[in-house]
């Protein structure tokens, strides 16, 4: 049964690899942190936005050439998308594995839609030394509020 079977099938049982969640999943995370639209980046690298969402999910997987064009779009280097994966303690081996994988879960707080949008909002402040005094009250805050004073 499974020798009749192609890639195709194989990955509909499995679902998407983890690396292509991951890579998708930054790319994601860059696009809302800059406030491009699905439909700019698809423009920039000249595909569909429909296709950009299936990247972003890992449904397809990104290749090098329009991973390229991706980062040139988004202003970041290629390893940005790769950034992070495969640490976090988990000693699993990546790559041919003999069993199944667990899937991959993000616990990532840069892809959080909070982060994305304190980011963004400090970033609007155009006065440099209202921003910095923002982060230092948010500092001082979180120092407060974590001592339980």
Known sequence: MIDDMNQNDLEEISGPNPVDVY????LRTRRSLIGLSQE??????????QQVQKYETG??????????????????SISYFFDGYGEGGDSTPYGFAESAQE???????????E???????????????VRKDVLKMLKQMAKTFDSGT
């Open 23 to 26: 890579v998708g999943s930054r």
């Open 40 to 49: 700019k980046l698809a423009e920039a690298a000249g595909v569909k936005f």
């Open 59 to 76: 449904k397809n997987r990104i290749s090098a050439s329009r991973l390229y064009e991706f980062a040139q779009a988004l202003g970041v």
């Open 103 to 113: 899937e991959f879960q993000s616990e990532d707080i840069m892809a959080r839609r």
């Open 115 to 129: 982060t994305i949008d304190l980011v963004r909002t400090y970033y609007s402040i155009q006065d440099m030394k």
